[in-house]
């Protein structure tokens, strides 16, 4: 089925992507709208960009994803190719920060593929069990994997092979390496953020971040902060070399399942089962905007070269059934 774009209801659509905003802590978003990416069967899990911010993926419980080519400017009409050969949920995928046409997708089906995204062919590493969590090495030479019986797995990606295992006894969530790909990042189920030198593993710091489970992390593009989304409804900001906390964001009263920041560092973007994507400044801590959702969201992730924002949540129609859509705002209204 070839996916389909669409104007979102009441909000205008077409149009360029804003490039305004680089220096104004309060740009005004209120005039921009989303587009809906119509062609997943059931609920998309994860959605994330290519390098170049020319092309998205996006993952879903129907078992597969779908590759995107997306004119930041909003003139072309978007063409998607789809990717099929997983069995099961895919859960989360990333681009190769070095490749604008290879993404990792990491799905319940113990296994995690490597696709070339003009192709659509794809390279299998068996692991061992359900994964749900997935990022790639800045340099793009390691993907790490989480899965749901909270073991991590370190996959060398020339050798398609995995180089470091290790089982943890509580809960592990999203993780991440910092940019310049010395420490690497493991948000847990006990509310604390672990910092472990790499790659070897040895000294680790404990950041006691939150006082429920830690659910999903997002690095700062200038390497200044991380910040990370909790239980608690809050996320917290940290700088990256001084590993402390520096501020939190409050507005959302739910689980924090999503944090992104935009290519400049300036915003930051967080969601929930709130009725809205809560958008603030970094340095200021305010919120300069919300956009409104029908549904839990599971992913958001901004363009790294353009504000516009992907997100993805459990969004179903008038029958109950899962829309399968995904939405990205940013787009200036005609």
């Not at 989480?146 to 019986?149: D, L, S, Y």
């Given at each position: 089925m070839e996916g389909r774009e669409e104007e979102r209801k009441g909000g205008g659509g077409g149009g360029a992507a804003a490039t305004a905003g680089a220096t104004t802590p309060g740009m005004n978003l209120?005039?921009?709208v989303s587009r809906e990416y119509y062609g997943h069967k059931k609920k998309v899990h994860s959605v994330a960009w290519n390098c170049l911010g020319t092309k998205l993926a996006s993952g879903s419980i129907d078992h597969t994803a779908r590759i995107w080519s997306i004119d930041p400017h909003g003139h072309s009409k978007v063409k998607d190719i789809e990717l099929r050969g997983h069995t099961d949920s895919v859960d989360q995928l990333c681009w190769d920060p070095k490749h604008p046409d290879t993404v990792a997708t990491a799905a319940a089906d113990k296994t995690i593929r490597l696709w070339d995204a003009r192709s659509g062919k794809c390279q299998v590493v068996e692991l061992s069990g359900e994964n749900i969590n997935i990022t790639y090495k800045p340099d793009g030479t390691e993907i790490a994997v989480?899965?749901?019986?909270d073991e991590l797995t370190i996959v060398d990606v020339k050798m398609l092979k995995a180089t470091v295992k290790q089982k943890f006894h509580y809960e592990i969530n999203e993780i991440a390496w910092k940019k310049t790909g010395e420490l690497f990042f493991i948000t847990t189920g006990l509310g604390q953020v672990e910092v472990f030198k790499y790659p070897n593993f040895k000294e680790s710091y404990k950041l006691g971040a939150h006082t429920a489970g830690c659910y999903c992390i997002a690095m700062d593009p200038l390497?200044?902060?991380?910040a990370v989304g909790s239980a608690d409804s809050l996320v917290s900001l940290w700088n990256v070399n001084e590993l402390l906390c520096v501020k939190t964001f409050t507005k959302l009263e739910w689980p924090v399942r999503t944090v992104s920041f935009?290519?400049?560092g300036e915003f930051i973007a967080y969601a929930s089962e709130d009725p809205f994507i809560d958008i603030a400044n970094v340095q200021t801590g305010r919120s300069i905007h919300q956009i409104p959702c029908k549904a839990a969201m599971n992913s958001v992730e901004w363009n790294p070269k353009y504000n516009l924002l992907a997100y993805a949540g459990d969004d179903k129609?008038?029958?109950?059934?899962?829309?399968g859509v995904f939405r990205i705002f940013g787009f200036e209204s005609t």
């Open positions: 209120k005039n921009l989480g899965n749901k019986e390497d200044r902060y991380f935009n290519h400049t129609n008038k029958y109950q059934t899962d829309e």
